[in-house]
């Protein structure tokens, strides 16, 4: 009975979670949300919990003073009024001294007080951003007990496997003391492990598994609408509908997000599919005869693209020409004027729209998407509607099967499913709107332990990409010859490779970090902060691993970083300069950018024509390719680039707007969804 009874109770949880949430508010409501968020979060202000933190400090001295016995007593009794809910403003500041205490002797790291106010306000259900090199994983580790304590289970998102594996490892020690236990969801758990570490307390693992495993639940449960029918069903025939009535996930009660700007807003640009093979790759002869078309055709006479939209539209004559194609075609599929029409645009899209080293790369013969935030492969994603059969017929490789849709869910539905959501980054305050308005959380921006003192130069603008590179190249030669780590920035793995043979040639050591060298990233990165280090990276690089600077690097004048591409998000392009100046140590920044960069061409072609032909050189002519890799001095620098930077500024913000409509276009499709189709 009490198996029984366990089951109904993970059945319910789970169920529980499938409840549908309200629609997205739009319009009015969207600042009516705003202003309930704001209102309901009115009284933890930056004052407030600054004051909260100076009285948990003030209880350390005679924590410390107490003997292991003593203090695993009060964490009991703390965890006790936890799980009552009988735990008041003073019962939260006695716990996160007593956690602080435990993780300052089961790790050796003392909290300062801004990583108090940082826990205070998770615990508070907030966002909260904390700059780069703050202590987010302590941080993290002071509220997720309290969390756990009271909501039972807690998930703890981070951005990839290695960082959910280090910190369920090294956080381990101080949540055992605190009575309860952890564990990782990883790629590589097999089932078996992944139920043993749901049923845990807290679990660390990413987005993707998390929710990949709690929509597999979802189609393993197709009948059972409630957890009463769930226990009639279990009591009916236990042993029979055990196996059908057996969710991984057991609800969704709490989640902590780490780095909460790539999970609650870059990975919401998609939803997470759950798919399989409709059928044998039989279209795959058909795919290929549309990139055979899509190249007779003549870009301007017969198609244009969008590379902004990423679409191709056919002109009269291109429609024309393809019907005179597709009539000496004899697959049935070409007799179909819209589908061979859709099959040509999309053909035309893989061609010109999708790249590798930036969008894509192919890696053992298949087509592994990169993420163009990160730089990092998601080797278990594919594109929809053809497009990722498109790509892989224009790169001539074996085209995959059509798959069928089972299950879908936006990021930004699933994270609104949990009843208590907060989370950390290092840089979420410019979107701050947006938190506020999807997932109804207020963002607190927490000041620095130390004042920041890194210096940031002046941007350098060129006319075009080869000039750029020279420029970087001898920038990076400079810095490191003066025995200062360098970091360099890139946006694609095309870039990273680029430079990293420039440097080669060159005769300048260094190290290029990027989905094709990601094996040894955390050790990489925190070897980045040796005297002369070269680091050629893509923005993949830092995520909670330290850039630790050695007394010889500190005396050089610290970090040096080299952002060779602005982003479509300014929040990135600050997390990536971020890496230096952390906790008060010195360092430098500088953007080296190019007329010629993805962002200034597709978000704002027209300024970056007129810039180009107007621009007024500090020097003569850029070189050709060539002559860069034969590092030959061809600069091309604007003499004044405050009006490119406004371009770019401008470029950006309008990048950002576009990635905000493509969020929202997500989540009303999702709502609409769950509204007309059957759950």
């Known amino acids: 009975m009490s198996q029984a009874l366990t089951r109904y109770h993970v059945l319910h949880a789970s169920l529980t979670s499938r409840r549908r949430r309200p629609e997205a508010p739009r319009g ?110 302590l941080t993290g580790s002071l509220a997720a007990p309290l969390i756990a304590w009271q909501r039972r289970r807690l998930h703890v998102f981070t951005v990839n496997d290695y960082l959910a594996k280090r910190d369920a490892q090294s956080r381990a020690a101080v949540y055992a003391r605190c009575g309860l236990r952890c564990a990782a969801v990883v790629h590589d758990s097999d089932p078996a492990q992944r139920a043993e570490a749901y049923a845990l307390p807290i679990v660390y693992a990413t987005p993707k598994q998390i929710v990949a495993d709690w929509l597999r639940d979802q189609i393993r449960l197709p009948g059972v609408s409630s957890p009463w029918a769930a226990r009639l069903a279990v009591r009916a025939a236990p042993e029979a509908i055990a196996p059908q009535l057996a969710p991984l996930v057991p609800g969704l009660s709490a989640a902590l997000v780490d780095e909460a700007d790539a999970v609650l807003i870059d990975e919401c640009a998609t939803p997470l599919i759950i798919a399989r093979s409709r059928r044998e790759d039989a279209a795959a002869p058909v795919y290929r005869q549309a990139a055979l078309l899509a190249a007779d055709l003549e870009q301007h006479a017969d198609y244009r693209i969008d590379a902004l939209r990423r679409a191709a539209e056919l002109t009269r004559r291109g429609r024309q020409r393809l019907i005179a194609a597709r009539s000496a075609l004899a697959d049935p599929v070409w007799r179909a004027p819209r589908r061979a029409e859709e099959l040509v645009r999309q053909a035309l899209v893989a061609a010109h729209c999708y790249r590798p080293g930036r969008q894509y790369q192919v890696v053992d013969g298949r087509v592994v998407i990169v993420d163009e935030y990160t730089g990092r492969f998601l080797p278990d994603r594919t594109w929809e509607h053809g497009l990722h059969q498109a790509v892989e017929a224009h790169e ?30 290092g840089t979420v305050a410019s979107d701050g709107a947006e938190i506020e308005t999807v997932y109804a959380r207020p963002v607190t921006r927490l000041p620095t332990n130390r004042p920041v003192v890194r210096h940031d130069l002046p941007p350098r603008v060129f006319r075009s990409g080869v000039g750029r590179w020279t420029a970087v190249a001898q ?76 007394p010889e690097s500190r005396a050089a004048g610290g970090l040096h970083v080299i952002l060779t591409e602005m982003h479509g998000a300014q929040r990135i392009d600050r997390q990536f300069i ?102």
């Not at 798959?403 to 949990?418: D, H, I, P, W």
């Not at 005297?531 to 690089?541: D, E, H, L, R, S």
Request: net charge positive.
């Open 578 to 679: 971020g890496r230096s100046g952390r906790q008060g140590d010195p360092g430098s920044s500088v953007m080296m950018l190019s007329l010629e960069d993805d962002l200034l061409v597709h978000h704002a072609p027209r300024l970056a024509q007129l810039l180009r032909s107007r621009a007024r050189l500090k020097a003569g002519p850029s070189r050709s390719l060539e002559g860069l890799l034969a590092h030959r001095p061809g600069f091309d620098e604007l003499a004044d680039p405050r009006a490119a930077l406004a371009a770019f500024r401008f470029a950006q913000a309008r990048a950002e707007a576009r990635s905000r409509l493509a969020r929202a276009s997500v989540l009303r499709q999702d709502d609409w969804m769950e509204k007309h189709l059957p759950g």
């Open 396 to 425: 001539g490789l074996a085209v995959t099967a059509d798959r069928e849709t089972l299950a879908r869910v936006s990021f930004q539905r699933f994270f609104r499913g949990y009843p208590f959501l907060c989370g950390m980054t």
């Open 28 to 137: 009015l409501d969207r600042f009516a949300t705003r202003l309930v968020t704001k209102a309901t979060h009115a009284r933890v202000t930056l004052p407030w919990l600054a004051a909260q933190a100076a009285k948990i400090d003030a209880l350390a001295p005679a924590l410390r003073a107490t003997g292991d016995a003593a203090l695993d007593a009060r964490l009991g009794d703390a965890r006790e009024a936890f799980i009552r809910r009988s735990a008041g403003p003073a019962a939260v500041r006695e716990a996160l001294a007593l956690v602080r205490e435990a993780a300052r002797r089961a790790t050796g790291e003392e909290a300062y007080p801004v990583q108090l106010m940082g826990a205070l306000a998770l615990v508070r259900g907030r966002v909260v951003e904390m700059l780069t090199g703050e202590g987010k994983t």
């Open 475 to 550: 920038e990076i030669e400079r810095q490191a010859g003066r025995g200062r780590p360098v970091l360099v920035g890139t946006r694609s793995i095309a870039a990273s490779e680029l430079l990293g043979e420039l440097l080669s040639r060159r005769g300048v050591p260094h190290r290029v970090l990027n989905a094709l060298h990601d094996a040894d990233e955390a050790p990489l990165v925190a070897a980045a902060g040796s005297p002369g280090a070269v680091t050629v990276a893509t923005n993949m690089a830092g995520r909670g691993t330290d850039i630790r600077l050695t």
